[in-house]
């Protein structure tokens, strides 16, 4: 069982390892920058399923460290939460088909809402609807699972995490990030107690 658990260990290595690193990226990157700290807009991340645990944790990690986000359920957009979209917004959605129907649906009606609100896809098909008609398209690499039946979403969703952890950092340093400004948005727990500490070093070294 330990050799077991260890291969599924270095299958999700070797697969992080893999991802390419493309202009999507860079592209994705500066899409978010204009919108949200240049225009005032906010990332809307989107996903179904496990993707859309992906989704919803990339929002919350981008919010606390400095750029606005928020999760929409695309099911739930067609019952009025569309309504949390506005002009300046991009949107950032993970299918790994590339053909989820919620979340071209979801597309079609930001779409109708606010024509030409831009659009980044987190994806393993790049010849995907989605990944043909995004802003930004960046490329998981297409792992196979390591779910032994080859289905549920584990390797995809490993990969697809760790993508939205590299764009989140290229942002924090993009917009030069501090400790102050963690701290102000992360008051509670150990990591606030940490990020205020680490301020006040800053400020002491200064």
Known sequence: MKEAIR???EHEAKAIQAIPVEDGMLE?????????HQKNGKLVTSGMGKAGQIAANIATTFSSTGTPAIFL???ESQHGDLGVLQQNDVLLVISNSGKTREIIELIEL???LYAGLPFI???SNPEGVLAKNANAFIYTGNPQEVCPLG?????STTVMTVIGDALV???MKKIAFTNVDYAKRHHGGYLGSKSRLQAESDKNDC
């Not at 994705?28 to 949200?36: N, S």
């Open 7 to 9: 291969q599924v260990i």
């Open 28 to 36: 994705a990157i500066e899409l978010i920058h204009r919108q949200v």
């Open 73 to 75: 359920h695309p099911s």
């Open 110 to 112: 930001a779409e109708n």
């Open 121 to 123: 896809v987190i994806s």
């Open 151 to 155: 289905l549920s979403p584990t390797t």
């Open 169 to 171: 950092v290229s942002m």
